[in-house]
């Protein structure tokens, strides 16, 4: 599998169903391991209760923390979040906004000591649209979508070139120019002492920048100079201004001469024995840069800033787009090491020691509620949609489903809840009256919990306190339904009968089954 | 008309074998997912806004078909 998409909402149109695997909604306690890498993808639900919603939010982060304490070393990509309905009652209602942002600055953070993590912000996607656009209110309250399925191409294109510019960022080399753009003014003109590096602004900001990019330098980055000066001028700079951070030894290679840059950036390229296409030149020169870009197009050329201030901002987008580094190296294993003590430490501190306390803190309540008139038709109407929990795929309508409970079957729904909301009725068991469960299936949405496994079981456990010895059941495959193929096996239930239309089984009802305590079921009767 | 509802979907769903008496219980793609994918580009394709009873009830081709027309009178 390509990606294994953690999430809170239905996404699988953006993302297709060829090699990618999807978390249930909101559940983290099933992480394969094997996918190459893994996405996060939360969106904030719909909750009109800004309190309630906030609260939800804010358990993003302990959960984001544990499943990247599960995944080793592999690559994790975390979509930020954003929030698409943006449905304020009162207008210093900004709870939601400020969760939203401690979550995103969280995940970021969690970027800093953690090479496999990459931060993609999706606003830069949503940002290209009003809310009327990002919202198909239609769609959303028949699938649970979020994003307009209008979208769903532009999407599909966005993460496209957001994979592209991931894959394409290590570079290694990056090439400076020299004047204006590691100091402030022109040596030729403005001498040693003239030109602006360090004191006041602007020669602050260019010592900044300077040090920033000795960081870069000591972090495995190639340093180099492709500068129209008199080099002796030059390497007179480096020894003697004493606000000068970057000095000779800084750089691994230097062109400062009055030939045209895009040979000189070619030499540097032998000289140094990389690619043009690992190469980021960085010149305040407007002219400068369309040469390179027009010459040699595999070279990287970022805008320069126009102002010396926006330097830092300028070098953070450096990093982000070209150098950040993912190869896994041993110091970066220790380094990985380290985190992972972190992370269990945090988790620990964090209300989920494990999946376990994490089930338990959703608490999940089940009610189970015989088939009525008031259920009946939305009974039907699951036997219609659901395709991939469905145990035998036999559509219902509302009619039969009366006969059926006319001729003595025993029908039951299954609604589920938990702390942040009501899901509704989205489960049915249809057990004949020869005891054989005929059909068996809940809707996606609850899946991933144990809820399917819980639910069985307390009907196996009420039938056996019914009086019922002896229990068939059946399974049928489909083109959607394979994740079910070995559910009764894994409830103990014995094969009996396999062909390729269906298997049958058979359970004897010895006794009671306990059921872990933190699913709060309830039979309505 | 109903060709292209059937290019349409050959398209969306990514399955070649589609005629007028394909359902969803025969076509392993089409999903609920893809299902959605379709709704949307039909809407596009004939400028038509479809109503969630209507994409309940489109299950087979010929369903669909009937559907578009009826919107389109």
Redesign the interface.
Known sequence: MRYFIFRNQ?I??LFG?DGIGYSGYDDISVIPDTTERYIWFYQVPFNINSQQLAEEISTYIDKLTLVLSHIENKELWILSLVNLFPIQLAGNDTQINETVTLFNTEALKLTKTNKNLRFIDFSSFTSQYTSQELINW??Y???Q?QLS??L?KDFKLWFMRKEAEIAGKRKKCLILDLDNTLWGGILGEDGIAGIQIGGDYPGKAFYYWQLALLELQKNGVILAVCSKNNENDVLEAWEKNPFMVLKKEHFSAWRINWQDKATNIQELAKELNIGLDSMVFVDDNPTERALIKEMLPMVCVPDFPLRPYELMNFFSQLVNDYFRIYTITDEDRQKTEQYKANAKRTAERSKFIDMESYIKSLNINIIITPANSFNVSRIAQMT??T??FNLT?I?LTEQEINQQLADGWKIYCISVSDKFGDNGITGAIFITPSNHIENLLLSCRILGKGIEEAFVQYILNYLHREGIKQITAEYRP???NSQTADFYERLGFNLSEESINNKLYNKTLEQEVSIKNYYNIKMNN | MKQRIIEIMKDVLEEQNIDINSTQ?SL?NW????H??L??ELE?EFDIELE?DE??EM?SVQKIVDIIKQKNN
């Open positions: 239905t699988e149109p169903e239609k769609f309250f028949i699938s979508m399925t209008k769903t219609q949609k395709n991939q795929t559509r489909s083109p959607k | 219980d392993e999903n609920s997912l893809r959605l994918n709704v949307s596009d969630p994409i309940a299950k």
